[in-house]
């Protein structure tokens, strides 16, 4: 997954995230402002964040493999990884290469 694609997905879920808590489903209210301000940035600004946190921070964070953690769709500094591997013994670590 590219930061590009990464960065779509995080807006889908915030939408997602936004619909629900309007249905009443339960989010918490941090929940629902990490989407809101996933809505409110732009793609460019939303990719320039993600792409901080991959420079910054190693492991699953600037990984090409890591995808929005299911439990917390909008948190961006927590992912899960699409090859299902734990961080700790994880050999199949990629680099996004537009970092």
Known sequence: ?????????????ALEVL??????KGYRLSEVRAALEIIMMSEE???????VLARDVSGCLSCKH?????????????????????????KSYERYEDC
Do not use: D, F, T, W
Not at 1 to 13: C, G, H, I, Q, W
Not at 19 to 24: C, L, N, S, T
Not at 45 to 51: A, R
Not at 76 to 83: D, F, M, P, S, T
């Open 66 to 90: 890591s995808v929005p953690h299911p439990k917390y769709p909008v948190y961006l500094a927590v992912r899960a990884c699409k090859l299902k591997k734990k961080q700790e013994r994880c």
């Open 19 to 24: 619909r629900k808590y309007r249905e009443g």
């Open 1 to 13: 997954m590219s930061v590009k694609e990464l960065a779509r997905k995080y807006k889908e879920n």
């Open 45 to 51: 600004e939303l990719i320039n964040e993600l792409k």
